[in-house]
């Protein structure tokens, strides 16, 4: 909230304004600020280096029957800096006092072509037109059409066979035949890591290597989101799962992408690829990505697919993929955490 200078508005102006209201006949009153008060004075012209207050009267009325009127603040460059400052504080006094309801529109300038019936339909255009868009409006209007195209393409493709809710981008072929490595026996696969990423508005490759679960967060991207398919072996079994990774430092766009997309990214993957995924796990930090971590969850996911196996309604779940929840984030070792969701 600016500060106000505490200049009251002088009784003679307040009667000449009244009256002007009250009678309609005057079409422009011009205020300036004399010895610390508003003084009013009639003019058509505006100086070139001593700023104005100046009313002018619309044909319109208000709901109340009284005329509305244009409040203009005029500040010319070459005033002196006092000045400016004077007639910036005092202005929401000023129309305060004399009642803002009956001012309908005001303009501020500093040049006299701004005060001109032109320079005013000028004004009326700008505030009719669209607002500038921020950097950050201009990327979601940026993410809202990719995603228009993204669903108006998929669509239109033969070589997707399921739909996820969100932005559907397809698997390039690359990407498919990575992911059939993960369906191979072990001694017979070449990888147990797959790392997708967007481009072209296609999921493609961005690594796929064999990695052991202590190498896994120097595998991952740590500076823009992932997609990873990972087959966790903790010695006894194996098991597959999916990593969706977003670190804060990610652009905005991306991380609107990426969210979005990543359902129809594992529906496509155990379409396209025949792959079964067991759990989902998401995170900022790739610091959480520990073997420790993995172990815990994933014999949760077993206890719980036991306990659940006698009932109808566990049956169900199973039987649909086991997920309720939706994604969780992923928390260090002997940190309270959320329930979790599984796939089994």
């Not at 195209?149 to 390039?172: E, H, I, N, W």
Request: glycine share 4%; charged share 30%; proline share 3%.
């Amino acid at each position: 909230m600016s500060t106000q200078s505490g200049i009251q508005v002088s009784e003679e102006l307040s009667k000449v304004f009244t009256d002007a209201v009250s009678s309609g006949n005057v079409r422009i009153l011009r205020v300036s600020i004399v010895n610390g008060m508003k003084k009013k004075h009639v003019s058509q012209y505006l100086e070139d280096t001593i700023p104005a207050y100046v009313f002018v009267r619309l044909d319109e009325k208000s709901t109340t029957g009284e005329y509305n009127w244009l409040f203009l603040c005029y500040v010319p460059d070459k005033a002196k800096i006092r000045d400016k400052m004077l007639y910036a504080s005092t202005r929401a006094t000023l129309t305060k006092e004399l009642g803002d309801y009956r001012f309908a529109d005001q303009v501020y300038g500093t040049d006299k072509s701004e005060f001109t019936w032109d320079g005013y339909r000028k004004h009326l255009a700008h505030k009719s037109a669209d607002a500038p868009l921020t950097r950050r409006e201009q990327e979601l209007a940026e993410i809202k059409a990719a995603e228009a195209k993204a669903v108006s393409d998929y669509q239109g493709t033969t070589t997707r066979k399921s739909y996820a809710p969100g932005v559907a981008f397809p698997l390039t072929e690359k990407a498919i035949e990575s992911l059939l490595e993960l369906k191979k026996e072990k001694q017979e696969r070449t990888c147990n890591f797959v790392s997708l990423h967007l481009d072209s508005e296609k999921v493609d490759v961005d690594n796929l290597s064999h990695v052991p679960i202590k190498e896994l967060q120097k595998a991952i991207s740590a500076n823009s989101p992932r997609f990873t398919f990972y087959i966790f072996d903790d010695g006894s079994k194996e098991s597959l799962v999916f990593i969706y990774t977003c670190p804060s430092t990610s652009k905005i766009r991306e991380r609107m992408l990426y969210s979005s997309s990543k359902l129809s990214v594992i529906s496509a993957a155990e379409t396209d690829a025949s792959i079964q995924v067991v759990k989902k796990f998401e995170t900022s930090d790739l610091e959480d990505l520990t073997e420790d971590y993995f172990s815990e969850e994933l014999n949760a996911v077993s206890s719980s697919t036991s306990n659940s196996s006698g009932s109808v309604v566990g049956d169900r779940i199973n039987m649909l993929g086991g997920t309720k929840q939706g994604f969780k984030r992923p928390v260090a070792p002997g940190r309270r955490r959320p329930g979790t969701t599984s796939t089994a």
